[in-house]
């Protein structure tokens, strides 16, 4: 069993950068697998990002690669998603998810675990 927490939300301007954190409860954070995965009102969830229990193999959305990072402090019990460039369309709630698993899992389906999530307000 693991808790995530998401942090790290808020409002910020077309351009702009923010960072989420999601911390999980737990000694075995690192035998995980890691996703971001945000949903906007009147939407389904969709993904954003991926990242395996090492953190050596990653995986994005088309709609946010090059300008999101996911990236993982296992030590912390933490994972990260950086975003800059951010644009109104990344307005959602942004959740992050966990699953026991060796690979790289990008399916709403696939996880296991969800957090609470934390709101992402981009203004034009």
């Known amino acids: 069993q693991v808790q995530l927490v998401e942090s790290g939300g808020g409002l910020v301007q077309a351009g702009g950068s923010l960072r989420l954190s999601c911390a999980a409860s737990?000694?075995?954070?690192?035998?995980?697998?890691m996703g971001w995965f945000r949903q906007a009102p009147g939407k389904e969830r969709e993904f954003v990002a991926a990242?395996?229990?090492?953190?050596?193999?990653?995986y994005y959305a088309h709609s946010v690669k090059g300008r999101f990072t996911i990236s993982r402090e296992n030590a912390k019990n933490t994972v990260y998603l950086q975003m800059n460039s951010l644009k109104p369309e990344d307005t959602a709630v942004y959740y992050c998810?966990?699953?026991?698993?060796?690979?790289?899992?990008?399916?709403?389906?696939?996880?296991?675990?969800w957090g609470q999530g934390t709101q992402v307000t981009v203004s034009s």
């Open positions: 737990g000694r075995t954070f690192s035998s995980y697998a």
């Open positions: 990242i395996s229990w090492s953190g050596g193999s990653t």
């Open positions: 998810a966990a699953r026991w698993t060796t690979s790289v899992v990008v399916t709403t389906q696939g996880y296991d675990y």
